[in-house]
Structure formats: structure tokens, C-alpha cells
């Protein structure tokens, strides 16, 4: 299994992070993608990427939920990583109206303008679209160049949107929230063929039952694969193979 978006480096996982990964080892997690959020972590994410090459893949991006009056500053930080080393991806970026509204513009300039990082690097991007996934849609559309994919990830819209995605090249990440009884997630990933979804846990956030209302990890991916497993009435071993290898199509390394 690989768990494409794990936010490992955070203080969440201080007390136990060998453990923790050991423990998603064990469980089949063969690599964990890291998402960036903003300059103030990005010196973990880099950092724990060095710690476990191979395993623990970063990817770099400023995070809609950071986007402030100072955001052009923090691109500047994020050319600054691409240029030092190499990244899997852009990501995450997006826009995130559920939070707050206060920064909206500002967000839409700092997603456009790492659509271009991404282009002019060839590179991937990881999407987060929280009550703003028609908004990233078109965005893509309209500045994409019908050359950039990637993933939505934590994918929350309906089945127009999936197909949309889709068609634009992308995939959809798929985490603990399919286990969730009334999210309304389970339908969707039913009837979406497998070759279109990746796995993920967001961890710490977003934690799959049976676990639910703990801290999220990566080991806690086979349950996102037991459930898609269920919902599709294969077995996990497909789920597994299938998903990871729509990952390796998306990402370098």
C-alpha cells in the first residue's frame, strides 16, 4: 500500500514517530508521501524525508489554510525548496473556504501561482478543495494547459465532480472518511472505477473507524483498503496492487 498524503513530520507524532512507522510498515505501508503546510514545518518535512529515504516522500507547497496578507513571502520559501532539492509534487495547495473566507483572493493567486511552479517543473500537484472543489476545478481548467495532473485529495464532492476530475487527468484520494456511516463517500467510491482512486490517511487528521476520535497514522490505511475492498466486493490485495500503482503513475519517486 502507499499512503500518498501523511503529515508525519507534525508535533503529533514526537512522542512515538519510529514506532508509528514501524507499525505502518508492518501493516503493508510501503511509502508515505509528505505534504507540506508552510515555512514553519518545512524544516520537519525535509528533515524526516532524510531520515527515511525511500520511504517517507516530501512534496512542497504553501497550504490554503496559511495563505495570509503574507503569503507572497511564503512562495518565496517554497521556490526556495524546489530549488535546493528534489520534491515528488507540489502540494498541498488549493483553497479552503470552510475555514475562512478572509483570504479568499489571496488564495486564488497562491494556487495559480504554483500551478505555474508546477508546470514549469513538470511536477504533480496534491489539491486540497475543502468548500471549494468547484472553485479548484475550474481553476485547473483555466490554467492547467491540459498538462498538470495529480490528486484531489480527502476528495468530499459528489459523483459530477468525480467524473470532472476525472476528465482532467486527475485522481481522487481516498482516506478515512469512507468509513464514515453518513458521509455519503461510500456511494461514490462504489460506483467510481478503482483506476481512478489513490489511498490516504491525512494523518493525524481524519481517522478511519474503528479508530476514530484517536490520532490518525499511517498504519491505519488498511482499513480505508478494507473498506474499499468491501464497498467494491474485491479483495484488499486488489485494492492494494490497483491503488498503488495509480500512485506510481502520479509521482517520480
Known amino acids: 500500500m502507499i499512503d500518498t498524503h501523511s503529515h508525519l513530520y507534525q508535533p503529533a507524532f514526537e512522542e512515538d514517530r519510529a514506532e508509528m512507522i514501524e507499525r505502518a510498515q508492518t501493516e ?39 495563505v495570509d496578507a503574507g503569503f507572497e513571502k511564503e512562495l518565496e520559501w517554497v521556490e526556495h525548496w524546489l530549488d535546493k532539492m528534489p520534491f515528488a509534487a507540489i502540494g498541498e495547495i488549493g483553497l479552503d473556504f470552510y475555514h475562512s473566507t478572509e483570504w479568499k483572493e489571496e488564495q486564488f493567486v497562491a494556487f495559480e501561482k504554483q500551478i505555474k511552479m ?34 484531489f485529495h480527502c476528495f468530499g464532492g459528489d459523483e459530477r465532480q468525480a467524473r470532472k476530475i476525472i476528465e482532467l487527468g486527475f485522481y481522487l484520494g481516498i482516506g478515512g472518511v469512507v468509513t464514515y456511516k453518513n458521509a455519503g463517500l461510500a456511494k461514490i467510491v462504489q460506483d467510481i472505477p478503482l483506476e481512478h482512486l489513490v489511498l490516504e490517511t491525512d494523518a493525524p487528521y481524519l481517522t478511519p473507524v474503528p479508530h476514530r476520535g484517536k490520532r490518525n ?7 480505508v483498503a478494507d473498506k474499499i475492498a468491501e464497498l467494491k466486493g474485491i479483495t484488499r490485495e486488489e485494492v492494494d496492487l490497483v491503488t498503488s500503482a495509480n500512485a506510481k503513475k502520479i509521482f517520480r519517486f
Open 28 to 66: 503493508g505501508v510501503d511509502r508515505v508521501y509528505l505534504p507540506a503546510i508552510d515555512s514553519e514545518s518545512h524544516q520537519r518535512l525535509v528533515d524526516l524525508a532524510a531520515a527515511y529515504p525511500d520511504y517517507c516522500i516530501p512534496m512542497m507547497g504553501l497550504h490554503p489554510c496559511s
Open 118 to 151: 508546477a508546470l514549469r517543473r513538470d511536477l504533480p500537484i496534491v489539491i486540497h478543495s475543502r468548500s471549494s472543489m468547484d472553485e479548484c476545478i475550474r481553476l485547473i481548467q483555466d490554467k492547467g494547459d491540459g498538462r498538470i495532473g495529480g490528486i
Open 217 to 223: 497514522e499511517s498504519s491505519y490505511l488498511v482499513h
